[in-house]
């Protein structure tokens, strides 16, 4: 007979860790790209911003690459902490933009305390600015990668971030498309498919 409230026990304490891991895994944090999807004319400018939501701790700092296709869009400029919720004298050591990406890495004001950051931060705010310009018709992706937020003072990293990717159209996207992974390999299969036939015929 002892042995049911103890099986009930270990049920109900593994039902409230469950319940404790779910709730964890929804309050991560999301980088995402807003607007997620924009279309500009060629040769003009289009403007997105990466934004953090569901902070449920302040951050002291982040990294992240922000990738795109150099033959539809150009990097033009950045602006990282546009509203200053990192403290007033932040430490920027971004690389910029090299082809097709752009590198980030960004830290609070040493002096920044836990309520000071998250009194400024809240839940949500806008980590970077990113100014491109429309190159040529088509279609580019913006893919977020090496998502990195720190706690409040750097010593570790916030588990669990997620990230949100976004795209850019420049003029007519359906002249070049963004090939999908399907196109890929029909096209793969019949080079395969010609070559195969070609050697039957030498042989």
């Known amino acids: 007979m002892k042995s049911i409230p103890r099986t009930l026990r270990r049920l109900a304490l ?11 895994a929804e309050a991560a944090p999301i ?27 302040p951050t002291g700092g982040f990294s992240l690459t922000l990738g795109f296709n150099s033959s539809f869009l150009s990097g033009v400029t950045f602006f990282n902490d546009p ?10 050591l971004s690389l910029g933009f090299s082809t097709g990406s752009l590198d980030l890495f960004f830290a609070a004001d040493a002096t920044a305390t836990q309520a000071s950051l998250s009194a400024a ?11 491109f310009l429309g190159l040529a018709d088509g279609l580019s992706p913006l893919t977020l990668s ?20 976004g795209a850019i159209c420049v003029g007519n996207c359906a002249i070049n498309p963004i090939p999908e992974p ?4 029909l096209f793969t299969a019949g080079l395969a498919a010609l070559a195969m036939r070609r050697r039957r015929r030498a042989a």
């Open 14 to 24: 593994a039902a409230l860790a469950a319940t404790a891991f779910f709730s964890q």
């Open 31 to 57: 980088v995402s790209i807003s607007p997620a999807t924009q279309s500009i004319a060629v040769n003009s400018p289009g403007s997105v911003n990466i934004i953090v939501s569901g902070l449920t701790d």
């Open 83 to 92: 509203a200053a919720k990192f403290g007033p004298v932040p430490l920027d």
């Open 121 to 131: 931060q809240g839940a949500s705010f806008t980590l970077a600015t990113v100014n």
């Open 146 to 165: 090496n998502v990195v937020l720190s706690n409040w003072d750097g010593s570790v990293n916030l588990a669990g971030v997620g990230s949100t990717n």
């Open 182 to 185: 399907e196109t890929y390999l």
